[in-house]
């Protein structure tokens, strides 16, 4: 696998389960203690994924999270927050992190995650824009991640555009959280629905700047989402 993890957390024993584990499953693995740490490790090691705690010492995980999308560094971010912090785990989704999860986590889950962002973050290759897909006015490029409203370039989260790219695919059909889950998420673990409603949001917020007329995707309560043409 060779993939570079980087586990950002101040408590010792976190560090080492996580790491023994990730070791374990095939990736390579850097450790920090706090968040500049965190940021340094992110341009010496340019690791793939970090997984990053959000009470930290220096700079806290949103400080980090939000440092490095300013920078336009496309190191997925998985954030471990406690289960009492909701309102960070909203900020760190609309600042850019892929995923989160609560402490305590279990490991197998973790692992599944990781894996799964990692498996999306690796299908795109093709450098010419080709094998168009269409929702109302959002036009999508599969292979390059890249969506455009017009000649607008959305800026999207890989999150938002997995879920702007399966909206696209499944156009006219009704889809169920537990499906958008399995689909875009890539695993079968229960999520919290706050993750996806979050996600959802920032979607059509960011779509709805370049065409405040975009109602593509209607909300099916107690269901899921309608996919309108």
């Known amino acids: 696998m060779n993939e570079k993890i980087l586990v950002v957390d101040d408590e010792p024993s ?7 584990n990730l070791t374990k ?6 450790r920090a203690m ?13 690791p793939t994924l970090m997984v990053l705690d959000m009470m930290l010492p220096k700079k806290d995980g ?9 920078r336009n560094e496309n190191v997925a971010i998985l954030m471990l927050t406690a289960k009492d912090e909701e309102f960070d785990k909203v900020l760190s989704l609309e600042l850019g992190a892929d995923d989160y999860m609560t402490k305590p986590f279990s490991v ?21 824009y080709e094998h168009k897909d269409q929702l109302g006015s959002v036009e999508i490029f599969h292979e390059q991640h890249d969506a455009f409203v017009g000649k607008s370039k959305l800026e999207l989260t890989l999150k938002e555009f997995e879920l702007i790219s399966y909206f ?16 875009v998420w890539g695993y079968e673990f229960g999520v ?5 409603d979050v996600h959802i949001s920032r979607l059509r917020e960011k ?9 593509h995707i209607k909300t099916i309560r107690g269901l899921g989402y309608k996919i309108e043409m």
């Open 14 to 20: 976190i560090v080492e389960l996580l790491d023994f």
């Open 25 to 30: 499953a095939g990736f390579q693995v850097v």
């Open 34 to 46: 706090d968040g500049e740490e965190a940021i340094r490790s992110v341009y010496v090691h340019r």
């Open 62 to 70: 949103i400080e980090v999270c939000k440092e490095l999308r300013f």
């Open 108 to 128: 197998p889950e973790l692992v599944a995650r990781i894996k799964a962002i990692i498996r999306r973050r690796n299908t795109s290759g093709i450098k010419e």
């Open 168 to 183: 696209a695919r499944n156009k006219g059909k009704l889809v169920t959280r537990d499906q958008i889950f399995q689909d």
């Open 192 to 196: 919290d629905s706050r993750n996806l």
């Open 207 to 215: 779509i709805g700047r370049h065409d405040p007329d975009f109602h």
